[in-house]
């Protein structure tokens, strides 16, 4: 058995302090690493200061290890912040089948980012198309000039496309000039935004026309992360289940809607556990998905023979360095935990994660149905919301679990009847 596969195995079954020792020699996390991971170190008040305004406190989030991944023909252990019960317990089962049948592969197309130079109602569009044009490498010149640290590192504008939008109010035209930049290894919205506004007054010299928003767009098709997965010898029937379940997203906007959430859960979760703007994400994931003018699906899954064939494209503008990955301490750590240091090795993976994560959800609707599954894992939140102790937690949960296989549903009141009754039973123990 390799080392990876001695980290994983039995992974979800550890204490928590012997996960922590598997992830420290993997890894090689120093102990004040693992300090920080526990909160013995605690994060200072001094960082939360410098993230958001009004600050009054923390509110934590639990981090944990998704495993059995292996992207691109390389072991990795996925960090994800959540606070929703099932998503790592279905990426990790979900990748572990994957791990075993099939494989996953990614890359990416494109790695530009896009800011917006919006002239509201432009008077002459052709004359000012063509004085743009013209006047391109000046413009590139000028944007570039803003952000040298960034054209020293190797990224910088590298074009600019002109657009044209027809006014909602029928009333003129606009003209978005579209300022495409490799960002490098950074998100880039603060670098982009900085050239847009500082293109501004040259824009006006040169067109006499006004403009309006200089801001950056989260749309960013210019800049795509692809994954794909391949299960070899898969059951027909199973298969053809989670091919039914595109087609049903494809054609229903309202089933598209919850099959992207799906898709979220685990991208979201590994972009807030390395510190990045996991809404600037889900807006252009959402968009993306409505660029037809029907909203749909980003993932695609079909049989082909024996295979069950599986991608996602989606925009993932994501960064290693700069904003909130360079300041919070645990988002460095989760970085070091994925062993990714550029941007594009971040998106692939967040897509791969998104992919794995959709297919544990269509598989369990085409099998055994998102109820039983969810449910199970849930039986310890309901337990704690019954007021079990610690040490009462794992009977509780044990006993939701026959409650589950009997009536087919648990809830609150269950636990909350279990927990009386092993109370009861604790104190008549006591009295002999």
């Known amino acids: 058995m390799d080392h990876y596969q001695n980290l994983v195995d039995g992974f979800h079954r550890i204490s928590r302090d012997e996960r922590l020792k598997r992830i420290q020699e993997f890894c090689h996390l120093s102990e004040e690493e693992i300090k920080t991971l526990t909160c013995e170190t605690p994060l200072s008040v001094e960082i939360a200061e410098h ?61 530009l980012i896009i800011g917006q130079i919006q002239l509201p109602n432009v008077r002459n569009v052709p004359l000012t198309r063509k004085i743009l044009h013209e ?4 413009l590139i010149a000028i944007a570039n000039n803003c952000v040298p640290r960034l054209v020293d590192r190797g990224g910088g504008i590298r074009d600019i496309a002109l657009r044209e939008v027809a006014r909602p109010t029928q009333d003129g035209v606009m003209m978005v000039i579209h300022i495409l930049c490799d960002p ?5 919205a603060n670098l982009i935004n900085q050239v847009c506004e500082a293109l501004k007054p040259k824009i006006e010299e040169l067109t006499s026309e006004r403009v309006g928003l200089c801001i950056l767009s989260n749309l960013v098709d210019t800049k795509l992360a692809v994954a794909e997965v ?21 054609a229903d906007p309202y089933r598209a809607a919850t099959h992207n959430k799906g898709v979220l859960n685990g991208i ?20 993306y998905a409505a660029r037809t003018g029907q909203y749909k699906p980003i993932t695609q899954w079909k049989v082909e023979g024996t295979d069950l064939i599986g991608q996602i494209e989606v925009p993932l503008a994501v960064g290693t360095v700069g904003g909130v990955t360079r300041i919070h301490p ?57 007021g079990a102790e610690i040490h009462e937690i794992a009977e509780v949960r044990k006993r939701l679990a026959e409650v589950l296989r009997v009536e087919k549903h648990i809830n609150l009141t269950h636990a909350k009847e279990i927990l009386e009754e092993i109370r009861v039973s604790d104190r008549q123990t006591l009295l002999i």
């Not at 406190?57 to 960090?79: E, M, Q, R, S, V």
């Not at 391949?230 to 494809?250: C, P, R, S, V, Y």
């Open 135 to 138: 006047n391109r490498d000046i």
């Open 268 to 287: 979201d979760a590994v972009l807030v556990a390395t510190g990045n703007d996991w809404r600037a994400v889900e807006a252009g994931v959402h968009a």
């Open 330 to 386: 645990t988002a460095k750590i989760a970085l070091k935990i994925l062993g990714v240091k550029k941007a594009e090795d971040l998106a692939r993976v967040c897509a791969a994660v998104g992919l794995v994560q959709n297919l544990g959800a269509l598989k369990a609707l085409a099998t055994v149905g998102i109820v039983k599954g969810h449910m199970l894992l849930h039986a310890s939140n309901l337990a704690i919301a019954a």
């Open 230 to 250: 391949a299960i070899h010898n898969i059951d027909l029937t199973m298969g053809k289940g989670i091919e039914e379940a595109t087609l049903f997203a494809m």
């Open 51 to 111: 993230l958001i305004e009004n600050v009054i406190g923390y509110f934590p989030i639990p981090l944990g290890i998704a495993t059995c991944f292996n992207i691109d023909g390389k072991d990795i252990l996925i960090p994800m912040a959540v606070e929703e019960t099932s998503i790592i317990a279905a990426a990790s089962t979900t990748a572990k089948w994957i791990r075993k049948e099939g494989s996953i592969r990614t890359y990416c197309k494109g790695r």
């Open 184 to 188: 490098c290894d950074a998100m880039g």
